[in-house]
Protein backbone atom coordinates (compact mmCIF):
# COMPACT_ATOMS: atom_id res chain seq x y z
CA UNK A 1 0.00 0.00 0.00
CA UNK A 2 1.60 3.51 -1.14
CA UNK A 3 2.08 6.24 1.50
CA UNK A 4 0.49 8.50 -1.23
CA UNK A 5 -3.38 8.95 -1.69
CA UNK A 6 -5.04 10.43 -4.20
CA UNK A 7 -7.84 13.05 -3.84
CA UNK A 8 -10.30 15.00 -6.22
CA UNK A 9 -9.40 19.04 -6.51
CA UNK A 10 -13.09 19.38 -8.19
CA UNK A 11 -15.23 18.36 -10.41
CA UNK A 12 -12.98 17.92 -13.83
CA UNK A 13 -9.64 18.01 -12.45
CA UNK A 14 -7.49 15.15 -10.59
CA UNK A 15 -4.54 15.92 -8.46
CA UNK A 16 -1.72 13.67 -6.57
CA UNK A 17 -2.44 14.64 -3.22
CA UNK A 18 0.34 14.88 -0.75
CA UNK A 19 1.88 12.09 1.22
CA UNK A 20 0.28 9.91 4.10
CA UNK A 21 3.13 11.67 6.09
CA UNK A 22 2.15 9.81 9.33
CA UNK A 23 2.33 6.18 7.74
CA UNK A 24 6.26 7.53 5.80
CA UNK A 25 7.13 8.75 9.32
CA UNK A 26 6.59 5.24 11.08
CA UNK A 27 9.50 4.08 8.74
CA UNK A 28 11.88 6.48 10.48
CA UNK A 29 12.62 4.78 14.37
CA UNK A 30 14.78 8.09 15.12
CA UNK A 31 11.77 10.22 14.79
CA UNK A 32 9.98 8.84 17.24
CA UNK A 33 12.59 9.04 19.99
CA UNK A 34 12.79 12.07 22.77
CA UNK A 35 15.87 14.45 23.13
CA UNK A 36 16.77 17.01 25.86
CA UNK A 37 14.60 16.51 28.80
CA UNK A 38 11.88 13.99 26.90
CA UNK A 39 11.31 16.44 23.92
CA UNK A 40 10.03 15.23 21.60
CA UNK A 41 12.78 15.49 18.20
CA UNK A 42 11.56 17.74 15.54
CA UNK A 43 14.46 17.46 13.13
CA UNK A 44 14.62 20.22 10.67
CA UNK A 45 18.42 19.53 9.68
CA UNK A 46 17.71 17.58 6.35
CA UNK A 47 20.04 19.25 4.16
CA UNK A 48 22.76 18.39 6.50
CA UNK A 49 21.44 14.33 6.27
CA UNK A 50 18.23 12.83 6.27
CA UNK A 51 17.50 10.24 8.84
CA UNK A 52 17.19 6.68 7.48
CA UNK A 53 14.09 4.42 7.22
CA UNK A 54 14.23 1.14 8.74
CA UNK A 55 14.20 -0.67 5.17
CA UNK A 56 18.06 0.61 4.74
CA UNK A 57 18.94 -0.14 8.29
CA UNK A 58 17.82 -3.60 7.56
CA UNK A 59 19.00 -4.46 4.40
CA UNK A 60 22.74 -2.90 6.17
CA UNK A 61 22.56 -5.70 8.89
CA UNK A 62 21.26 -8.54 6.42
CA UNK A 63 24.48 -7.41 4.54
CA UNK A 64 26.65 -8.17 7.36
CA UNK A 65 25.27 -10.62 8.93
CA UNK A 66 24.14 -12.90 5.80
CA UNK A 67 26.22 -11.88 2.80
CA UNK A 68 29.51 -10.33 4.29
CA UNK A 69 32.23 -10.26 1.88
CA UNK A 70 34.55 -8.70 -0.73
CA UNK A 71 33.18 -8.01 -3.81
CA UNK A 72 34.99 -8.94 -7.19
CA UNK A 73 37.32 -11.03 -5.85
CA UNK A 74 36.22 -14.62 -5.03
CA UNK A 75 34.44 -17.65 -6.40
CA UNK A 76 32.84 -18.09 -3.14
CA UNK A 77 29.29 -18.17 -2.39
CA UNK A 78 29.20 -14.91 -0.11
CA UNK A 79 31.76 -13.08 -2.49
CA UNK A 80 28.93 -13.96 -5.69
CA UNK A 81 26.24 -13.08 -3.42
CA UNK A 82 28.36 -9.37 -2.14
CA UNK A 83 29.22 -9.08 -5.37
CA UNK A 84 26.25 -9.73 -7.30
CA UNK A 85 24.08 -6.74 -4.54
CA UNK A 86 26.58 -4.09 -4.95
CA UNK A 87 26.27 -4.70 -8.99
CA UNK A 88 22.98 -4.54 -9.20
CA UNK A 89 22.85 -1.47 -7.35
CA UNK A 90 24.78 0.25 -9.72
CA UNK A 91 21.94 -0.68 -12.03
CA UNK A 92 19.48 0.87 -9.57
CA UNK A 93 21.28 4.02 -9.62
CA UNK A 94 21.77 3.82 -13.21
CA UNK A 95 18.00 3.86 -13.91
CA UNK A 96 17.73 6.63 -10.79
CA UNK A 97 19.01 9.29 -12.87
CA UNK A 98 18.65 8.14 -16.15
CA UNK A 99 22.40 7.02 -17.07
CA UNK A 100 22.62 5.29 -20.68
CA UNK A 101 24.76 2.27 -19.13
CA UNK A 102 26.05 1.23 -15.67
CA UNK A 103 29.70 2.33 -17.36
CA UNK A 104 28.97 5.73 -16.43
CA UNK A 105 28.13 5.09 -12.73
CA UNK A 106 31.29 5.32 -10.09
CA UNK A 107 30.94 5.12 -6.87
CA UNK A 108 32.51 7.48 -4.43
CA UNK A 109 32.76 8.48 -0.59
CA UNK A 110 29.97 11.28 -1.63
CA UNK A 111 29.77 14.33 -3.60
CA UNK A 112 32.84 15.75 -2.04
CA UNK A 113 34.97 13.34 -3.05
CA UNK A 114 33.26 13.04 -6.65
CA UNK A 115 34.18 16.32 -7.43
CA UNK A 116 37.58 16.06 -6.56
CA UNK A 117 38.18 13.14 -8.65
CA UNK A 118 37.38 15.32 -11.78
CA UNK A 119 38.72 17.70 -10.87
CA UNK A 120 42.17 15.39 -10.55
CA UNK A 121 41.60 13.61 -13.25
CA UNK A 122 39.83 15.24 -16.02
CA UNK A 123 40.87 19.03 -14.82
CA UNK A 124 44.83 17.64 -14.24
CA UNK A 125 44.50 16.28 -17.62
CA UNK A 126 42.47 19.59 -19.86
CA UNK A 127 42.88 22.59 -17.84
CA UNK A 128 46.10 24.34 -18.40
CA UNK A 129 47.78 28.02 -17.70
CA UNK A 130 45.50 30.65 -18.78
CA UNK A 131 42.35 28.10 -19.03
CA UNK A 132 39.07 29.18 -16.93
CA UNK A 133 36.58 27.40 -14.59
CA UNK A 134 33.35 28.76 -13.88
CA UNK A 135 31.22 28.08 -11.23
CA UNK A 136 28.52 30.51 -9.35
CA UNK A 137 28.40 32.39 -6.05
CA UNK A 138 25.79 30.25 -3.94
CA UNK A 139 28.35 27.12 -4.28
CA UNK A 140 29.16 24.81 -1.13
CA UNK A 141 32.96 24.69 -0.32
CA UNK A 142 32.83 21.35 -2.11
CA UNK A 143 32.34 22.96 -5.30
CA UNK A 144 34.80 25.50 -4.70
CA UNK A 145 37.94 24.35 -3.17
CA UNK A 146 38.52 21.84 -5.62
CA UNK A 147 38.55 24.43 -8.45
CA UNK A 148 40.45 26.63 -6.56
CA UNK A 149 43.31 24.02 -6.31
CA UNK A 150 43.46 23.27 -9.56
CA UNK A 151 43.41 26.51 -10.76
CA UNK A 152 46.69 27.22 -8.27
CA UNK A 153 48.15 24.34 -9.62
CA UNK A 154 47.75 24.73 -13.59
CA UNK A 155 48.08 28.43 -13.50
CA UNK A 156 44.33 28.96 -14.47
CA UNK A 157 41.63 31.15 -13.84
CA UNK A 158 38.25 30.79 -11.21
CA UNK A 159 36.08 33.03 -12.41
CA UNK A 160 32.61 33.07 -10.27
CA UNK A 161 28.90 34.52 -11.95
CA UNK A 162 27.23 36.86 -9.41
CA UNK A 163 23.58 36.18 -8.02
CA UNK A 164 21.01 38.88 -7.19
CA UNK A 165 19.47 39.74 -3.73
CA UNK A 166 16.92 37.00 -4.03
CA UNK A 167 20.02 33.91 -4.08
CA UNK A 168 19.54 33.70 -8.20
CA UNK A 169 22.51 33.38 -10.83
CA UNK A 170 21.99 36.54 -12.92
CA UNK A 171 22.26 34.31 -16.18
CA UNK A 172 23.28 37.35 -18.74
CA UNK A 173 26.23 37.87 -16.68
CA UNK A 174 26.93 34.37 -16.17
CA UNK A 175 26.66 34.33 -20.03
CA UNK A 176 28.83 36.97 -20.01
CA UNK A 177 31.87 34.60 -18.30
CA UNK A 178 32.21 31.90 -21.07
CA UNK A 179 34.55 32.62 -23.15
CA UNK A 180 36.61 30.42 -25.38
CA UNK A 181 38.79 29.89 -22.80
CA UNK A 182 36.23 28.26 -20.34
CA UNK A 183 37.65 24.48 -20.15
CA UNK A 184 35.13 23.44 -16.88
CA UNK A 185 31.63 24.84 -15.24
CA UNK A 186 30.72 23.62 -12.18
CA UNK A 187 27.71 24.83 -10.10
CA UNK A 188 24.84 22.87 -8.12
CA UNK A 189 21.57 21.97 -9.10
CA UNK A 190 20.24 23.71 -5.75
CA UNK A 191 21.75 25.33 -3.34
CA UNK A 192 22.03 24.18 0.46
CA UNK A 193 22.36 27.31 1.77
CA UNK A 194 19.64 29.27 0.57
CA UNK A 195 17.49 26.72 -1.61
CA UNK A 196 17.88 28.03 -4.92
CA UNK A 197 16.95 25.54 -7.69
CA UNK A 198 19.14 26.57 -10.41
CA UNK A 199 17.84 27.08 -14.20
CA UNK A 200 20.64 24.04 -14.96
CA UNK A 201 19.13 22.78 -18.42
CA UNK A 202 19.96 26.36 -19.44
CA UNK A 203 23.30 27.07 -17.96
CA UNK A 204 24.02 23.78 -19.71
CA UNK A 205 23.39 24.26 -22.85
CA UNK A 206 25.16 28.15 -22.56
CA UNK A 207 28.37 26.03 -21.08
CA UNK A 208 28.58 23.80 -23.93
CA UNK A 209 27.63 26.33 -26.66
CA UNK A 210 31.01 27.70 -25.38
CA UNK A 211 32.61 24.29 -25.67
CA UNK A 212 32.92 23.67 -22.05
CA UNK A 213 32.44 20.58 -20.11
CA UNK A 214 29.56 20.76 -17.07
CA UNK A 215 29.90 19.08 -13.66
CA UNK A 216 26.49 19.07 -11.56
CA UNK A 217 26.63 18.99 -7.76
CA UNK A 218 24.02 17.43 -7.24
CA UNK A 219 23.55 16.68 -3.43
CA UNK A 220 20.75 18.82 -3.02
CA UNK A 221 18.80 18.21 -6.33
CA UNK A 222 18.50 14.27 -6.15
CA UNK A 223 16.68 14.37 -3.17
CA UNK A 224 14.17 17.02 -4.22
CA UNK A 225 13.34 16.69 -8.07
CA UNK A 226 13.36 14.27 -10.51
CA UNK A 227 16.88 13.85 -12.64
CA UNK A 228 17.49 12.35 -16.21
CA UNK A 229 20.88 13.46 -16.90
CA UNK A 230 20.59 12.31 -20.61
CA UNK A 231 17.74 14.79 -20.88
CA UNK A 232 20.09 17.45 -19.03
CA UNK A 233 23.09 16.56 -21.30
CA UNK A 234 25.46 17.19 -18.59
CA UNK A 235 28.74 15.90 -18.54
CA UNK A 236 28.77 15.06 -14.81
CA UNK A 237 26.87 14.86 -12.16
CA UNK A 238 27.66 14.21 -8.68
CA UNK A 239 25.62 13.29 -5.67
CA UNK A 240 25.76 11.64 -1.77
CA UNK A 241 23.61 8.76 -0.37
CA UNK A 242 23.16 10.23 3.12
CA UNK A 243 20.92 13.28 1.55
CA UNK A 244 18.39 10.48 0.16
CA UNK A 245 17.92 8.27 3.36
CA UNK A 246 20.71 6.43 2.39
CA UNK A 247 23.95 5.53 4.40
CA UNK A 248 26.67 8.00 5.10
CA UNK A 249 30.21 7.85 3.73
CA UNK A 250 28.93 6.19 -0.57
CA UNK A 251 28.06 8.77 -3.54
CA UNK A 252 27.81 8.63 -6.90
CA UNK A 253 30.16 10.01 -9.77
CA UNK A 254 27.95 9.76 -13.22
CA UNK A 255 30.21 10.89 -16.44
CA UNK A 256 29.07 10.54 -19.82
CA UNK A 257 31.20 6.97 -21.04
CA UNK A 258 33.56 8.41 -23.89
CA UNK A 259 34.85 11.43 -21.18
CA UNK A 260 35.18 8.76 -18.46
CA UNK A 261 37.32 6.76 -20.42
CA UNK A 262 39.44 9.47 -21.74
CA UNK A 263 40.16 10.46 -18.15
CA UNK A 264 43.31 8.78 -16.11
CA UNK A 265 42.97 7.06 -13.00
CA UNK A 266 43.43 8.70 -9.64
CA UNK A 267 43.90 6.31 -6.95
CA UNK A 268 45.73 3.25 -7.35
CA UNK A 269 45.72 -0.10 -5.71
CA UNK A 270 43.03 -2.80 -5.86
CA UNK A 271 40.31 -3.98 -8.02
CA UNK A 272 40.69 -0.47 -10.26
CA UNK A 273 43.36 -2.66 -12.31
CA UNK A 274 43.89 -5.75 -14.90
CA UNK A 275 47.49 -6.33 -14.80
CA UNK A 276 50.34 -5.47 -12.34
CA UNK A 277 54.03 -6.06 -12.86
CA UNK A 278 57.04 -3.81 -11.77
CA UNK A 279 57.21 -2.53 -15.63
CA UNK A 280 53.98 -1.81 -16.38
CA UNK A 281 50.31 -1.95 -14.66
CA UNK A 282 46.58 -2.16 -17.07
CA UNK A 283 44.22 -0.29 -15.92
CA UNK A 284 40.34 -1.96 -16.12
CA UNK A 285 37.77 -1.01 -17.60
CA UNK A 286 34.68 1.53 -16.68
CA UNK A 287 33.71 2.00 -13.91
CA UNK A 288 36.54 -0.05 -12.26
CA UNK A 289 38.79 2.13 -13.55
CA UNK A 290 38.22 5.11 -10.60
CA UNK A 291 37.00 2.47 -7.45
CA UNK A 292 40.73 1.88 -6.18
CA UNK A 293 40.69 -0.90 -3.26
CA UNK A 294 37.87 -2.31 -1.16
CA UNK A 295 34.48 0.04 -1.06
CA UNK A 296 31.71 0.39 1.07
CA UNK A 297 29.59 -2.47 -0.50
CA UNK A 298 27.53 -2.11 2.77
CA UNK A 299 26.76 1.43 1.82
CA UNK A 300 26.39 0.79 -1.71
CA UNK A 301 23.49 -1.67 -0.88
CA UNK A 302 22.20 0.52 1.45
CA UNK A 303 22.39 3.64 -0.70
CA UNK A 304 20.21 1.58 -3.65
CA UNK A 305 17.59 0.79 -0.98
CA UNK A 306 17.02 3.98 0.13
CA UNK A 307 16.53 4.93 -3.74
CA UNK A 308 14.49 1.87 -3.81
CA UNK A 309 12.37 3.52 -0.57
CA UNK A 310 11.87 7.01 -2.67
CA UNK A 311 11.10 5.02 -6.02
CA UNK A 312 8.17 3.28 -4.32
CA UNK A 313 6.57 6.77 -2.74
CA UNK A 314 7.49 8.72 -6.24
CA UNK A 315 9.74 11.75 -6.33
CA UNK A 316 7.09 13.46 -7.61
CA UNK A 317 5.03 12.81 -4.51
CA UNK A 318 7.50 14.30 -2.28
CA UNK A 319 8.47 17.41 -4.34
CA UNK A 320 4.99 18.10 -3.93
CA UNK A 321 4.12 17.32 -0.20
CA UNK A 322 7.98 19.34 -0.05
CA UNK A 323 7.01 22.51 -1.80
CA UNK A 324 4.23 22.48 -0.15
CA UNK A 325 5.42 22.57 3.37
CA UNK A 326 8.13 25.28 2.08
CA UNK A 327 5.11 27.56 1.16
CA UNK A 328 3.14 27.01 4.80
CA UNK A 329 6.80 27.44 6.61
CA UNK A 330 8.02 30.71 4.85
CA UNK A 331 4.51 32.10 5.21
CA UNK A 332 4.79 31.30 8.97
CA UNK A 333 8.07 32.46 9.46
CA UNK A 334 7.29 35.90 8.00
CA UNK A 335 4.53 36.33 11.01
CA UNK A 336 7.86 36.64 13.59
CA UNK A 337 9.09 40.08 13.78
CA UNK A 338 12.58 40.82 13.26
CA UNK A 339 12.69 37.65 10.91
CA UNK A 340 14.28 37.57 7.66
CA UNK A 341 14.60 35.03 5.17
CA UNK A 342 17.93 34.86 3.20
CA UNK A 343 17.27 33.56 -0.01
CA UNK A 344 13.85 33.81 -1.82
CA UNK A 345 13.82 32.84 -5.17
CA UNK A 346 11.25 31.67 -6.99
CA UNK A 347 12.15 28.62 -7.63
CA UNK A 348 13.64 26.65 -4.10
CA UNK A 349 13.73 23.41 -2.42
CA UNK A 350 12.78 23.22 1.02
CA UNK A 351 15.42 24.97 2.65
CA UNK A 352 15.15 28.39 4.70
CA UNK A 353 17.69 30.31 5.86
CA UNK A 354 16.85 33.20 7.98
CA UNK A 355 18.50 35.56 10.68
CA UNK A 356 16.57 37.09 13.68
CA UNK A 357 17.12 40.36 14.53
CA UNK A 358 19.27 40.65 17.48
CA UNK A 359 20.17 37.48 17.87
CA UNK A 360 23.52 35.56 16.90
CA UNK A 361 22.15 32.27 15.01
CA UNK A 362 24.44 29.65 17.44
CA UNK A 363 22.01 31.33 19.87
CA UNK A 364 19.04 30.87 18.29
CA UNK A 365 20.47 26.82 17.35
CA UNK A 366 21.02 26.54 20.61
CA UNK A 367 17.62 27.46 22.16
CA UNK A 368 15.98 25.63 19.65
CA UNK A 369 17.76 22.15 20.45
CA UNK A 370 16.69 23.06 24.20
CA UNK A 371 13.00 22.47 23.11
CA UNK A 372 13.96 19.56 20.85
CA UNK A 373 14.04 21.33 17.86
CA UNK A 374 17.25 20.69 15.10
CA UNK A 375 18.34 22.98 12.47
CA UNK A 376 21.50 24.10 11.16
CA UNK A 377 23.19 27.43 12.32
CA UNK A 378 26.37 28.86 11.03
CA UNK A 379 28.02 29.15 7.25
CA UNK A 380 26.65 25.71 6.13
CA UNK A 381 29.90 25.79 3.98
CA UNK A 382 29.45 28.32 1.84
CA UNK A 383 31.60 31.23 3.25
CA UNK A 384 31.52 33.24 0.26
CA UNK A 385 27.83 33.55 0.04
CA UNK A 386 27.51 34.46 3.47
CA UNK A 387 29.53 37.65 2.54
CA UNK A 388 27.83 37.90 -0.44
CA UNK A 389 24.49 38.54 1.92
CA UNK A 390 26.40 40.47 4.41
CA UNK A 391 25.93 37.73 7.22
CA UNK A 392 28.56 36.39 9.05
CA UNK A 393 25.90 33.27 9.49
CA UNK A 394 22.20 32.02 9.64
CA UNK A 395 19.91 30.02 10.94
CA UNK A 396 18.84 26.87 8.67
CA UNK A 397 15.47 24.50 8.48
CA UNK A 398 15.49 22.32 5.86
CA UNK A 399 12.54 20.00 5.58
CA UNK A 400 12.31 16.63 3.78
CA UNK A 401 9.29 14.08 2.99
CA UNK A 402 8.82 13.18 6.71
CA UNK A 403 7.95 16.32 7.92
CA UNK A 404 4.69 18.14 8.87
CA UNK A 405 2.78 21.65 9.35
CA UNK A 406 3.12 20.89 12.95
CA UNK A 407 6.88 20.72 12.74
CA UNK A 408 6.71 24.07 11.14
CA UNK A 409 4.36 25.18 13.87
CA UNK A 410 6.66 24.37 16.50
CA UNK A 411 9.74 25.93 14.48
CA UNK A 412 7.56 28.97 15.00
CA UNK A 413 6.68 29.01 18.54
CA UNK A 414 10.06 28.02 19.27
CA UNK A 415 11.59 30.85 17.52
CA UNK A 416 8.88 33.24 19.73
CA UNK A 417 11.02 31.57 22.97
CA UNK A 418 13.74 32.74 21.43
CA UNK A 419 12.77 36.12 21.25
CA UNK A 420 11.59 36.22 24.64
CA UNK A 421 15.38 35.74 25.81
CA UNK A 422 16.56 37.93 24.32
CA UNK A 423 13.69 40.72 24.50
Given at each position: ?????????????????????????????????????????????????????????????????????????????????????????????????????????????????????????????????????????????????????????????????????????????????????????????????????????????????????????GAQGVPHLRVDVRELDCDFYAFSSHKIYGPTGVGVLYGKEAILDAMPPWQGGGDMILSVSFEKTTYNALP????????????????????????????????????????????????????????????????????????????????????????????????????????????????????????????????????????
Amino acid sequence: MSAATETQAGPSSRIVDLLDVERVRRDFPILHRTVRENRKLVYLDNAATTQKPQQVIDRIVRYYTEENSNVHRGVHYLSEVATAAYENARTTVKRFIGARDEKEIVFTRGTTEAINLVAQTWGRKNVGAGDEVLITAIEHHSNIVPWQMLCDEKGARLRVAPVNDAGEVLIDEFQKLLTSRTKLVAFGHASNALGTINPIRKMITLAHAASAVVLIDGAQGVPHLRVDVRELDCDFYAFSSHKIYGPTGVGVLYGKEAILDAMPPWQGGGDMILSVSFEKTTYNALPYKFEAGTPNIAGVIGMATAIDYMDSIGIERIAAHEQNLLHYATKRLLEIDGLRIIGTAAEKACVISFVLEGVHPHDIGTILDEQGIAIRTGHHCAQPLMMRFNVPATGRASFAMYNTRDEADALVAGLEKVIEVFR
